[in-house]
């Protein structure tokens, strides 16, 4: 792999979804196997990876408060099934030969370390996957502000935000609107005015402050997350740098 990677440090964001593979719940193995290749590719290029999971596919604390539950309450569930689906991670990591920690935002000692900021950078220069569980640890938030808090925290150089189906960010949601345009690139500000959903306006913020650059990209091209590694351009790159159009369109 002769290949120099464009990071040192990165920090993967997996939804819930990006673990359902083609099932309309939970995790499917295969597609959990695949995810772990490719972060197994990406290591081999001696580039450090953290990732934070979410639990779209078990548990939405939204959905909890929708029917009547205490939002903080439903919100602690979906922290939770975070941590199954970290468990679930590491299993996969670890089977293709990855050394991987959970550090857990909420206490869960018998399965997971505690979050430790110093720890994680340690397992990371010890060249161990990190994964983190539980979120920010608090209620009301999203596993996307996890993930802009701990690649700050941990100083890693990019967030990788996978998507499932979609290449990207677009003008108007491409579910819904199939002329949709496609953005190749587009500023922390632009995506906030325009409310474009690459992640929630929270974590969207606490990225556009600290010039933390995001890379969206479709979850389905297993070449994806190699790629955005190795410099090339793939998907959408959300950075300080405010496009010069973008509303332009390119392709569908
Ligand atoms: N959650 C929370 N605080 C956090 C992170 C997550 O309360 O810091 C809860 C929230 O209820 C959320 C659920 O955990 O709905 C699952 O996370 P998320 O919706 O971000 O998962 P994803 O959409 O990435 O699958």
Same mark, same amino acid.
């Given at each position: 792999?002769?290949?120099?990677?464009? #990071?040192? /440090?990165?920090?993967?964001?997996?939804?819930?979804?990006?673990?359902?593979?083609?099932?309309?719940?939970? +995790? &499917?193995?295969?597609?959990?196997?695949?995810?772990?290749?490719?972060?197994?590719?990406?290591?081999?290029?001696?580039?450090?990876?953290?990732?934070? $999971?979410?639990?779209? %596919?078990?548990?939405?604390?939204?959905?909890?408060?929708?029917?009547?539950? &205490?939002?903080?309450?439903?919100?602690?569930?979906?922290?939770?099934?975070?941590?199954?689906?970290?468990?679930?991670?590491?299993?996969?990591?670890? /089977?293709?030969?990855? =050394?991987?920690? $959970?550090?857990?935002?909420?206490?869960?000692?018998? $399965?997971?370390?505690?979050?430790?900021?110093?720890?994680?950078?340690?397992?990371?220069?010890?060249?161990?996957?990190?994964?983190?569980?539980?979120? +920010?640890?608090?209620?009301? #938030? +999203?596993?996307?502000?996890?993930?802009?808090?701990?690649?700050?925290?941990?100083?890693?150089?990019?967030?990788?935000?996978? @998507?499932?189906?979609?290449?990207?960010?677009? &003008?108007? &949601?491409? %579910?819904?609107?199939? =002329?949709?345009? #496609?953005?190749?690139?587009?500023?922390?500000?632009?995506?906030?005015? @325009?409310?474009? /959903?690459?992640?929630?306006? +929270?974590?969207?913020?606490? *990225?556009? !402050? %600290?010039?933390?650059?995001?890379? $969206?990209? %479709?979850?389905? !091209?297993?070449?994806?997350? =190699?790629?955005?590694? *190795?410099?090339? /351009?793939?998907?959408?790159?959300?950075?300080? @740098?405010?496009?010069? =159009?973008?509303?332009? @369109?390119?392709?569908?």
């Amino acid at each position: 792999m002769a290949t120099e990677p464009a #990071f040192k /440090r990165i920090l993967l964001k997996l939804s819930g979804e990006a673990l359902m593979g083609d099932l309309p719940y939970g +995790t &499917d193995p295969a597609q959990i196997e695949r995810i772990a290749s490719q972060v197994q590719t990406v290591r081999q290029r001696g580039v450090e990876v953290a990732l934070v $999971v979410g639990a779209g %596919n078990i548990y939405r604390g939204l959905e909890g408060a929708a029917k009547g539950m &205490d939002r903080a309450t439903a919100d602690y569930m979906g922290m939770l099934a975070t941590v199954l689906n970290a468990l679930t991670l590491q299993d996969a990591l670890e /089977r293709v030969g990855i =050394d991987t920690r $959970v550090l857990s935002a909420m206490a869960v000692t018998e $399965v997971a370390e505690p979050y430790l900021r110093r720890r994680a950078i340690r397992h990371l220069e010890k060249d161990r996957a990190v994964i983190f569980a539980a979120g +920010t640890g608090n209620p009301f #938030f +999203t596993t996307d502000t996890a993930a802009a808090l701990r690649a700050l925290e941990i100083h890693a150089e990019a967030i990788l935000m996978a @998507k499932n189906g979609v290449e990207g960010v677009y &003008d108007a &949601d491409p %579910n819904e609107h199939p =002329d949709a345009g #496609f953005l190749p690139e587009i500023s922390h500000r632009q995506a906030i005015e @325009k409310g474009l /959903r690459v992640m929630d306006s +929270t974590a969207l913020s606490l *990225c556009m !402050d %600290n010039d933390l650059p995001i890379y $969206v990209f %479709n979850m389905a !091209d297993e070449r994806n997350i =190699d790629r955005i590694v *190795c410099g090339e /351009r793939v998907g959408t790159l959300v950075s300080s @740098k405010p496009a010069s =159009d973008p509303a332009q @369109k390119v392709g569908t």
